[in-house]
């Protein structure tokens, strides 16, 4: 029978409870017993020693925080008696040696992908539709209206049915007590075919962003838009102008020149005070996303190597078993990816507080390491300017779980990285550049940073959670991966994978890590749909880093 609790490593001075912990119980951890002073919930961590006022706490090896008062061997940690605390960290010291994991079970393996006129290999093959600013958001909602459905890229109207039942019932006269018995059928409805069945979306993105906005938003704004445009998932895309906005074509034209010299895609820009009259933007946008779709159509999937996928990595409603179970599995994904030849990326800066001096460590050289400090120096004190610290990170829903300051969350994020040495440190809307890990400068935000990793190249998404979040990207597949068994049954339609098996010490982390590699490979290949995808959960928002005007 598995242990009911788990010290992480032998420098730690508390212990997790893998299950409820009875008030007066005694467990034994290793060869030491502990008698405890109070229920721990799951997930939760009690004292493995007496803390006096100020004395450090360590989890994963490292600091996570200091006691605020006295705290007894076997007491509960809680936000009450425990404050956020840190490692510094200072510059590169030493030259990193990495032991990649055996990948030669892949060796021969490849997935079918969209090949790329510029080299690329996308997992997805995307026509975007999407404006330059916020004032055409009601001219991309007609588009998709007149598009969505017609093309075959609407969801299931499974909720427009039920509501129709509803009226309907209404109308016949039906009772409100009737009302309430007339059940919800997820089945009413079908998705009818696609018409270009080698188009895998017709993506409408809308944004608050583009004017209203420091230039420097605006123009970071362009450079995301450029990531995307150029992405290997997306075939060509539409573009709505007003015309007077800060993200000006002009703005993006030289975005996509800077950074994406060889970018040759289909581009459809319209702009709605050069044409005049609104029928004719819609109807001129209309035709052209048609014709640019069934172009696209052409395109098939094809074997590429391994290689050419980029991995990112997120987590969002973290729990304390990520550290444990999915957060380290992803890690060693990553790990096999970046030992075949691929590229993954590792976000949310302020999710690393704690573990730099780790990081910095395993940086190629002393020049990618000053990348890295210097970007996380100048976005803590940006938060401090603000009112707001890497301390204030962890949500309510993450403290209630067991993840009661950010040293504690972020040193379980940061495996989701894996141990592999970084290569390429890269602030937002850069383009990933090295095979290899990188870091990406985003927000802990989960959907600013999925749509910042989406930007950057990620062709496919891990994102990790302990408590449930929908979170999706309109161009690159998300695989949701629950840290614990009891989410995963709870909300099927959003998970994909549990690593709940980990925390039952009935898989190792190591076999999880290579199933989620066979998964993503199956999602890349287009023969696994993500739950996200099954959602038409598309979020997208770009990262403002100024202020509003």
Same mark, same amino acid.
């Given at each position: &029978?598995?242990?009911?609790?788990?010290?992480?490593?032998?420098?730690?001075?508390?212990?997790?409870?893998?299950?409820?912990?009875?008030?007066?119980?005694?467990?034994?951890?290793? +060869?030491?017993?502990?008698?405890?002073?109070?229920?721990?919930?799951?997930?939760?961590?009690?004292?493995?020693?007496?803390?006096?006022?100020?004395?450090?706490?360590? &989890?994963?090896?490292?600091?996570?925080?200091?006691?605020?008062?006295?705290?007894?061997?076997?007491?509960?940690?809680?936000? /009450?008696?425990?404050?956020?605390?840190?490692?510094?960290?200072? %510059?590169?010291?030493?030259?990193?040696?990495?032991?990649?994991?055996?990948?030669?079970?892949? !060796?021969?393996?490849?997935?079918?992908?969209?090949?790329?006129?510029?080299?690329?290999?996308?997992?997805?093959?995307?026509?975007?539709?999407?404006?330059?600013?916020?004032?055409?958001?009601?001219?991309?909602?007609?588009?998709?209206?007149?598009?969505?459905?017609?093309?075959?890229?609407?969801?299931?109207?499974?909720?427009?049915?039920?509501? %129709?039942?509803?009226?309907?019932?209404?109308?016949?006269?039906?009772?409100?007590?009737?009302?309430?018995?007339?059940?919800?059928?997820?089945?009413?409805?079908?998705?009818?075919?696609?018409?270009?069945?080698?188009?895998?979306?017709?993506?409408?993105?809308?944004?608050?962003?583009?004017?209203? +906005?420091?230039?420097?938003?605006?123009?970071?704004?362009?450079?995301?838009?450029?990531?995307?445009?150029?992405?290997?998932?997306?075939?060509?895309?539409?573009?709505?102008?007003?015309?007077?906005?800060?993200?000006?074509?002009?703005?993006?034209?030289?975005?996509? !020149?800077?950074?994406?010299?060889?970018?040759?895609?289909?581009?459809?820009?319209?702009?709605?005070?050069?044409?005049?009259? +609104?029928?004719?933007?819609?109807? +001129?946008?209309?035709?052209?996303?048609?014709?640019?779709?069934?172009?696209?159509?052409?395109?098939?999937?094809?074997?590429?190597?391994?290689?050419?996928?980029?991995?990112? &990595?997120?987590?969002?409603?973290?729990?304390?078993?990520?550290?444990? /179970?999915?957060?380290?599995?992803?890690?060693?994904?990553?790990?096999?990816?970046?030992?075949?030849?691929?590229?993954?990326?590792? $976000?949310?800066?302020?999710?690393?507080?704690?573990?730099?001096?780790?990081?910095?460590?395993?940086?190629?050289?002393?020049?990618?390491?000053?990348?890295?400090?210097?970007?996380?120096?100048?976005?803590?004190?940006?938060?401090?300017?603000?009112?707001?610290?890497?301390?204030?990170?962890?949500?309510?829903?993450?403290?209630?779980?067991?993840?009661?300051?950010?040293?504690?969350?972020?040193?379980?994020?940061?495996?989701?990285?894996?141990?592999?040495?970084?290569?390429?440190?890269?602030?937002?809307?850069?383009?990933?550049?090295?095979?290899?890990?990188?870091?990406?400068?985003?927000?802990?935000?989960?959907?600013?940073?999925?749509?910042?990793?989406?930007? $950057?190249?990620?062709?496919?998404?891990?994102?990790?959670?302990?408590?449930?979040?929908?979170?999706?990207?309109?161009?690159?597949?998300?695989?949701?991966?629950?840290?614990?068994?009891?989410?995963?049954?709870?909300?099927?339609?959003?998970?994909?994978?549990?690593?709940?098996?980990?925390?039952?010490?009935?898989?190792?982390?190591?076999? &999880?890590?290579?199933?989620?590699?066979?998964?993503?490979?199956?999602?890349?290949?287009?023969?696994?749909?993500?739950?996200?995808?099954?959602?038409?959960?598309?979020?997208?928002?770009?990262?403002?880093?100024?202020? /509003?005007?």
């Amino acid at each position: &029978m598995p242990s009911p609790t788990l010290l992480i490593h032998p420098d730690d001075d508390v212990v997790v409870a893998l299950a409820p912990l009875d008030a007066g119980a005694t467990v034994t951890v290793g +060869e030491t017993a502990y008698t405890l002073r109070e229920r721990i919930p799951v997930k939760h961590k009690f004292a493995a020693r007496d803390f006096a006022p100020n004395d450090p706490i360590h &989890m994963y090896g490292g600091l996570v925080g200091r006691a605020q008062v006295s705290i007894p061997t076997g007491a509960l940690l809680t936000t /009450s008696n425990v404050a956020h605390a840190a490692t510094g960290y200072t %510059e590169h010291r030493h030259t990193y040696t990495w032991a990649p994991p055996d990948v030669s079970r892949w !060796a021969n393996t490849t997935f079918d992908g969209y090949h790329r006129a510029d080299g690329q290999v996308g997992t997805q093959n995307i026509w975007l539709v999407v404006p330059l600013v916020f004032c055409e958001n009601r001219n991309i909602y007609t588009l998709r209206a007149a598009l969505a459905e017609t093309l075959g890229y609407a969801p299931r109207p499974v909720y427009r049915d039920y509501a %129709e039942r509803l009226a309907a019932a209404h109308r016949a006269g039906a009772a409100p007590a009737d009302l309430e018995a007339l059940a919800f059928e997820a089945s009413a409805a079908e998705r009818q075919a696609r018409l270009f069945p080698n188009v895998d979306g017709l993506k409408f993105l809308t944004h608050h962003s583009g004017c209203g +906005e420091s230039r420097a938003d605006s123009e970071t704004f362009c450079a995301l838009l450029a990531g995307y445009l150029n992405h290997p998932n997306v075939a060509g895309a539409t573009i709505l102008s007003l015309g007077c906005q800060n993200a000006q074509v002009k703005v993006l034209e030289q975005a996509l !020149a800077d950074r994406y010299p060889h970018f040759n895609k289909p581009l459809h820009i319209f702009d709605q005070q050069q044409l005049g009259v +609104e029928r004719t933007l819609v109807s +001129e946008a209309l035709k052209k996303t048609f014709l640019g779709v069934a172009a696209a159509n052409e395109t098939t999937r094809q074997p590429a190597p391994l290689s050419q996928l980029t991995f990112g &990595m997120e987590c969002g409603g973290s729990d304390g078993f990520s550290g444990l /179970s999915a957060n380290p599995a992803i890690g060693h994904a990553a790990d096999l990816l970046v030992a075949l030849g691929g590229k993954v990326l590792l $976000s949310e800066f302020p999710e690393l507080c704690g573990v730099e001096q780790q990081l910095i460590d395993r940086c190629v050289d002393a020049a990618t390491a000053d990348r890295f400090i210097a970007l996380q120096r100048a976005y803590a004190a940006r938060a401090e300017r603000d009112g707001f610290g890497f301390d204030m990170n962890p949500s309510p829903g993450n403290i209630k779980d067991g993840l009661i300051t950010d040293a504690m969350k972020s040193a379980g994020a940061a495996k989701k990285g894996g141990t592999a040495p970084i290569a390429d440190v890269l602030d937002y809307t850069e383009p990933a550049r090295a095979p290899g890990l990188s870091l990406l400068c985003t927000p802990g935000n989960d959907v600013e940073s999925t749509t910042g990793l989406a930007g $950057s190249g990620a062709s496919i998404i891990f994102f990790s959670t302990g408590l449930g979040t929908p979170t999706g990207n309109p161009i690159t597949p998300v695989i949701k991966v629950a840290s614990n068994t009891a989410l995963a049954r709870r909300m099927p339609d959003v998970i994909d994978v549990d690593t709940g098996p980990i925390i039952r010490s009935e898989q190792t982390v190591a076999q &999880m890590g290579a199933h989620l590699l066979d998964v993503a490979i199956d999602v890349a290949s287009g023969r696994r749909t993500t739950r996200a995808m099954d959602l038409g959960q598309d979020d997208f928002i770009p990262w403002k880093r100024g202020i /509003s005007l």
